[in-house]
């Protein structure tokens, strides 16, 4: 049985600023009208009010990750004798995500299943994986977007958290859900959390009701394969796609990256660096093809990926936890639930979904 515990409101900062004594701390930060995830300050503006407009990702997979550094070095005897030296030392600190939400501490159960695989490690990501501790606070209220009860989630899913808080006025009832947030836990300014339960709960069944399915057909339901593979469809739906890629870069769950060598004279670094499959580049081959050159391809690898590859090759989990944000901060508001929303529809034929769409285009109301 999960341990329980209170944290008053006036204690938040005495309860962060213990985490901070052995770990980096990450929180929502706001400045100006944006929300991002930064290392915890005493003068840092928290805001648990609303979900950051990034994800909390780069904690655990950084944007720009050194993998090893190299050296070469020239014998001085024999001018075509050179050696290189490699070290991959690293020695990550301990870090805390304190006030993700629980789509995003399930957005880490889905990197799990590729970088820490029966068949290949990536040490990079497991370290920074078992050294992180996530706090997440259970959503109220739906934001524009969400759709969490689609894809298996919910407001107050426990999948991929260390603790769930539940703001319960006065404070945060908090459920440890793992021994590293049995630890949390243990700290001095928490106090018993039982006679908070049930407003907890309650608060929980009724942030799950407010949530809509956009999914007609839930999250289960194969997509409509025929419109799928019509490449007209993925053409009216990207139209308007620019191609910036903030959807993948503020996605929990997008993974892609490039690795490139960084160098100066003999010595160097060589970075992992996240890439996006919405970007023309990302696939262009040496040889000058690209078997994605349009952006309707692209857009159809990503939406497919998440809903028809993943979940083909891991079990039927679906690599989108519906936290809305590509949809919120996408500036020309493409909108991957209601894609998925005809794609898992059997009944959408795809030249009735077409003329609907080219006639609304027409007169506007698209
Ligand atoms: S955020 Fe919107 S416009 Fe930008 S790449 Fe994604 S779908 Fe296209
Ligand atoms: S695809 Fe969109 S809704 Fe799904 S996890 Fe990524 S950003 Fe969130």
Same mark, same amino acid.
């Given at each position: 049985?999960?341990?329980?515990?209170?944290?008053?409101?006036?204690?938040?900062?005495?309860?962060?600023?213990?985490?901070?004594?052995?770990?980096?701390?990450?929180?929502?930060?706001?400045?100006?009208?944006?929300?991002?995830?930064?290392?915890?300050?005493?003068?840092?503006?928290? *805001?648990? !009010?609303?979900? %950051?407009?990034?994800?909390?990702? @780069? /904690?655990?997979?950084?944007?720009? #990750? &050194?993998?090893? +550094?190299?050296?070469?070095?020239?014998?001085?005897?024999?001018?075509?004798?050179?050696?290189?030296?490699?070290?991959?030392?690293?020695?990550?600190?301990?870090?805390?995500?304190?006030?993700?939400?629980?789509?995003?501490?399930?957005?880490?159960?889905?990197?799990?299943?590729?970088?820490?695989?029966?068949?290949?490690?990536?040490?990079?990501?497991?370290?920074?994986?078992?050294?992180?501790?996530?706090?997440?606070?259970? *959503?109220? !209220?739906?934001? %524009?977007?969400?759709?969490?009860? @689609? /894809?298996?989630?919910?407001?107050? #899913? &426990?999948?991929? +958290?260390?603790?769930?808080?539940?703001?319960?006025?006065?404070?945060?009832?908090?459920?440890?859900?793992?021994?590293?947030?049995?630890?949390?836990?243990?700290?001095?300014?928490?106090?018993?959390?039982?006679?908070?339960?049930?407003?907890?709960?309650?608060?929980?069944?009724?942030?799950?009701?407010?949530?809509?399915?956009?999914?007609?057909?839930?999250?289960?339901?194969?997509?409509?394969?025929?419109?799928?593979?019509?490449?007209?469809?993925?053409?009216?739906?990207?139209?308007?796609?620019?191609?910036?890629?903030?959807?993948?870069?503020?996605?929990?769950?997008?993974?892609?990256?490039?690795?490139?060598?960084?160098?100066?004279?003999?010595?160097?670094?060589?970075?992992?660096?996240?890439?996006?499959?919405?970007?023309?580049?990302?696939?262009?081959?040496?040889?000058?093809?690209?078997?994605?050159?349009?952006?309707?391809?692209?857009?159809?690898?990503?939406?497919?990926?998440?809903?028809?590859?993943?979940?083909?090759?891991?079990?039927?989990?679906?690599?989108?936890?519906?936290?809305?944000?590509?949809?919120?901060?996408?500036?020309?508001?493409?909108?991957?639930?209601?894609?998925?929303?005809?794609?898992?529809?059997?009944?959408?034929?795809?030249?009735?979904?077409?003329?609907?769409?080219?006639?609304?285009?027409?007169?506007?109301?698209?």
């Amino acid at each position: 049985m999960a341990k329980t515990g209170f944290l008053p409101k006036e204690k938040i900062k005495d309860f962060l600023d213990a985490l901070s004594k052995d770990a980096q701390v990450h929180v929502p930060v706001k400045e100006g009208d944006i929300v991002a995830f930064k290392p915890y300050s005493a003068d840092a503006e928290i *805001c648990l !009010t609303r979900p %950051a407009n990034t994800s909390p990702k @780069a /904690v655990i997979y950084p944007q720009c #990750d &050194k993998l090893l +550094s190299f050296e070469y070095t020239k014998d001085p005897e024999d001018n075509k004798k050179t050696s290189i030296t490699l070290s991959d030392k690293r020695d990550y600190p301990n870090a805390v995500i304190f006030g993700c939400r629980p789509c995003d501490a399930k957005g880490f159960t889905i990197f799990d299943k590729v970088f820490v695989t029966a068949d290949y490690v990536d040490p990079y990501y497991r370290e920074h994986r078992e050294k992180t501790t996530i706090i997440s606070l259970a *959503c109220e !209220t739906p934001f %524009a977007g969400c759709f969490c009860v @689609a /894809v298996d989630g919910g407001p107050a #899913d &426990k999948v991929g +958290s260390d603790v769930l808080m539940t703001d319960v006025e006065k404070g945060y009832y908090l459920e440890s859900l793992t021994e590293k947030g049995d630890k949390v836990l243990s700290l001095p300014m928490i106090q018993e959390g039982a006679s908070y339960q049930a407003a907890a709960q309650k608060i929980q069944t009724e942030a799950a009701a407010k949530v809509k399915n956009p999914l007609p057909k839930g999250a289960t339901e194969k997509v409509n394969p025929t419109l799928f593979d019509t490449d007209e469809f993925w053409q009216q739906v990207a139209a308007k796609c620019i191609s910036c890629g903030a959807c993948t870069y503020l996605c929990p769950t997008c993974y892609c990256f490039n690795i490139t060598d960084e160098a100066a004279r003999d010595k160097g670094e060589r970075i992992r660096t996240w890439d996006a499959c919405m970007f023309q580049h990302f696939t262009l081959e040496t040889s000058g093809h690209n078997p994605r050159p349009v952006k309707s391809r692209r857009l159809r690898q990503r939406v497919g990926h998440k809903f028809a590859y993943y979940p083909e090759k891991y079990d039927g989990v679906i690599a989108c936890c519906g936290c809305g944000r590509c949809i919120r901060h996408c500036p020309v508001s493409v909108d991957i639930s209601e894609i998925v929303g005809y794609l898992k529809d059997p009944g959408q034929d795809p030249k009735t979904w077409i003329e609907r769409n080219t006639k609304a285009a027409k007169d506007g109301s698209l």
